[in-house]
């Protein structure tokens, strides 16, 4: 586990980081005594979120670099690339967290589900493209953290387009440790955090939903511990009931279940009783 990626003077490139669990993910690591690349479309927010990291860096104005990308676009994930090993020489952690959520079926919408994958699947291949071949080169150690979802894994009807591109992120990123862990040097770690309910964005607090802080402590921890798959509970879903859901799911495969069988009337009673 290459701990010292999280080490003071070291830096950190989080996009999404405007709001919810990428700012809370810019305090935190600021706070370690990092420096930060702050990533975020959405200009404006971004510059005012940069004024609160700014305030928590001991190192101040100089460890804050606020940059308006489009994860989306492999021009700006490597022009952000260059900005910031110009600025601070090298990167320590990259933390791919944005993420846009895109409304419509699985047979309509077509540009919805279009700009989905292109921010939610691509935006994350984009920046491991940019940047890891640069993290590879600096022989340090390094962190690469994906933002994943529950939803990529238990699969609730609702939002197709979001599990599809977060069940893709889960089977991207398993990939890429593998390919890292073997790696000649062995010095880079990727790592999947997986959010349960979170405030995010500018949204109202709502009872049940963790905070993004909370997220963060869970995963700090869980870097710390070494720990690939990094799951959140919230204040309405446990940790069993957590286990519960993922192995139904994965019984759907394996009892020849229909599909998303929690959700099926006929088999209400039977998730009911089931115990992981």
């Given amino acids: 586990m290459p701990q010292s990626a999280l080490e003071a003077g070291r830096s950190a490139v989080v996009t999404g980081a405007a709001s919810g669990i990428g700012l809370a993910a810019c305090r935190r690591f600021a706070q370690l005594g990092m420096k930060i690349c702050m990533v975020d479309v959405d200009e404006q927010g971004l510059g005012e979120a940069r004024q609160r990291i700014v305030a928590a860096a001991p190192g101040g104005d100089?460890?804050?670099l606020a940059i308006s990308t489009d994860v989306a676009s492999k021009t700006d994930m490597a022009s952000l690339k260059d900005t910031v090993y110009d600025a601070f020489g090298e990167v320590g952690l990259l933390m791919n967290n944005a993420v846009t959520r895109t409304t419509g079926s699985c047979w309509d919408s077509y540009d919805q589900w279009q700009r989905a994958m292109d921010v939610n699947l691509w935006g994350v291949i984009n920046g491991v493209q940019c940047f890891v071949p640069a993290m590879l080169a600096q022989a340090t150690p390094?962190?690469?953290v994906n933002?994943?979802?529950k939803q990529g894994i238990t699969n609730p009807p609702g939002k197709p387009a979001y599990n599809v591109c977060k069940a893709a992120l889960?089977?991207?990123?398993?990939?890429?440790?593998h390919e890292l862990r073997n790696h000649e040097d062995g010095l880079i770690s990727a790592h999947l955090l997986i959010p349960g309910w979170t405030t995010t964005g500018n949204r109202e607090h709502v009872q049940g939903a963790w905070t993004p802080d909370q997220v963060i402590d869970v995963l700090i921890a869980g870097l710390r511990n070494g720990d690939f798959y990094i799951l959140c509970a919230d204040d309405e879903v446990s940790p069993e009931m957590d286990r519960k859901r993922i192995l139904w799911a994965a019984h759907d495969i394996v009892d020849n279940h229909p599909p998303l069988s929690r959700w099926h009337p006929d088999y209400a009673q039977a998730f009911e009783d089931f115990s992981p």
Avoid: F, K, M, R
């Fill in 170 to 177: 889960n089977a991207y990123t398993e990939c890429l440790q």
């Fill in 62 to 64: 100089e460890d804050v």
């Fill in 147 to 149: 933002t994943g979802s």
């Fill in 142 to 144: 390094c962190l690469i």
